[in-house]
């Protein structure tokens, strides 16, 4: 685990660098708590959370099953590698496909579409609850006790390099898909792996964006075997939740539901105020109750 978490922050300190030269972090808003400042209090979360799974997995498999450390150590890692690969990245897209239809999901998906800049530190922007739900943070210390750290770490490289180059705001993938030397490659490669080009569009709002498109991670292919795969070859108007959208405080947003603000909780402690008279509304055969603490009859 300690091997995983140097490669990442190594990863985070070069793109970092990389988008401080050419000048993302001085976009309006960009320095903010709402936007900057929680995306990193959320890498140190997923983090802790990625840590405490590899403690976890380990003291309950030592615990329960001892017999099974090292058992697929014999089988060769170019076997294990696609396959952990591809059942991670297929649990990721189902789980991310969800968080946009599942009202209680999207909760906790929510934060990372708030920014309304594109960059590295998005990546990990996530309710807590989040990194628990995929299935990568659960697999990667089984792959490991199995017998196979080094296709963890290539895993997590392999990983860590895409989702940080798709949501970072460099363009690259642009000039490669216009180029007429690059853009054969490009036209295979962006329907296997996610670019900035396909992301973007997921976090992206206007003409070039849609939320209930590219819900993969690492790999874009699954969008295309479903048909949520939409590729633009062009940037987005804009970036975050649709205007008018709420936006809870960050903290609600990271640790929800441990942190709720003042006014949700207002709104859970206030009576029922009925909209209709006491009598009609104890002699109806139904009462609708809205989420603002009035009472509806039904007739």
Same mark, same amino acid.
Request: hydrophobic share 50%; charged share 15%; proline share 6%.
């Given at each position: 685990?300690?091997?995983? =978490?140097? +490669?990442?922050?190594?990863?985070?300190?070069?793109?970092?660098?990389?988008?401080?030269?050419?000048?993302?972090?001085?976009?309006?808003?960009?320095?903010?708590?709402?936007?900057?400042?929680?995306?990193?209090?959320?890498?140190?979360?997923? !983090?802790? %959370?990625? #840590?405490?799974?590899?403690?976890?997995? =380990?003291?309950?498999?030592?615990?329960? $099953?001892? &017999?099974?450390?090292? &058992? !697929? &150590? #014999?089988?060769?890692?170019?076997?294990?590698?696609?396959?952990?690969?591809?059942?991670?990245?297929?649990?990721?897209? /189902? @789980? *991310?496909?969800?968080?946009?239809?599942?009202?209680?999901?999207?909760? %906790? *998906?929510?934060? *990372?579409?708030?920014?309304?800049?594109?960059?590295?530190?998005?990546?990990?922007?996530?309710?807590?609850?989040?990194?628990? !739900?995929?299935? #990568? =943070? /659960?697999?990667?210390?089984?792959?490991?006790?199995?017998?196979?750290?080094? @296709?963890?770490?290539?895993?997590?490289?392999?990983?860590?390099?895409?989702?940080?180059?798709?949501?970072?705001?460099?363009? $690259?993938?642009?000039?490669?898909?216009?180029?007429?030397?690059?853009?054969?490659?490009?036209?295979?490669?962006?329907?296997?792996?996610?670019?900035?080009?396909?992301?973007?569009?997921?976090?992206?709002?206007?003409?070039? #964006?849609?939320?209930?498109?590219?819900?993969?991670?690492?790999? %874009?292919? +699954?969008? /295309?075997?479903?048909?949520?795969?939409?590729?633009? *070859?062009?940037?987005?108007?804009? +970036?975050?939740?649709?205007?008018?959208?709420? @936006?809870?405080?960050?903290?609600?947003?990271? +640790? /929800?539901?441990?942190?709720?603000?003042?006014?949700?909780?207002?709104?859970?402690?206030?009576?029922?105020?009925p909209t209709s008279p006491d009598a009609e509304v104890a002699g109806a055969e139904a009462v609708i109750y809205t989420a603002d603490g009035r009472a509806v009859v039904v007739r």
């Amino acid at each position: 685990m300690l091997h995983g =978490t140097v +490669f990442v922050l190594v990863f985070l300190a070069l793109f970092a660098a990389l988008e401080l030269a050419l000048g993302l972090y001085r976009r309006t808003g960009v320095l903010t708590m709402r936007e900057l400042g929680a995306s990193l209090v959320s890498v140190g979360a997923y !983090l802790v %959370i990625r #840590g405490a799974s590899f403690v976890a997995v =380990t003291w309950a498999l030592g615990a329960l $099953w001892p &017999a099974s450390e090292g &058992a !697929l &150590a #014999g089988v060769s890692s170019w076997l294990v590698f696609p396959i952990y690969v591809l059942l991670d990245e297929y649990g990721i897209y /189902w @789980v *991310h496909r969800k968080s946009h239809e599942l009202p209680w999901l999207w909760r %906790i *998906h929510k934060p *990372h579409h708030v920014p309304r800049n594109m960059n590295i530190a998005v990546t990990y922007r996530e309710n807590w609850s989040w990194h628990v !739900l995929l299935p #990568g =943070t /659960w697999m990667a210390p089984l792959v490991v006790w199995l017998g196979h750290p080094g @296709v963890y770490i290539v895993g997590l490289a392999f990983r860590t390099m895409i989702v940080l180059a798709e949501h970072s705001d460099l363009r $690259w993938d642009l000039h490669l898909q216009r180029s007429r030397s690059t853009r054969p490659v490009m036209r295979i490669l962006e329907r296997i792996v996610s670019l900035p080009d396909t992301h973007h569009v997921h976090h992206g709002v206007g003409r070039f #964006g849609n939320a209930t498109k590219n819900y993969g991670a690492a790999l %874009i292919c +699954f969008d /295309w075997i479903h048909g949520t795969l939409m590729i633009p *070859h062009a940037r987005q108007e804009g +970036f975050g939740l649709p205007e008018g959208a709420p @936006v809870e405080p960050w903290a609600e947003q990271l +640790f /929800w539901p441990f942190v709720r603000s003042t006014k949700e909780k207002a709104a859970r402690r206030r009576p029922i105020e009925p909209t209709s008279p006491d009598a009609e509304v104890a002699g109806a055969e139904a009462v609708i109750y809205t989420a603002d603490g009035r009472a509806v009859v039904v007739r």
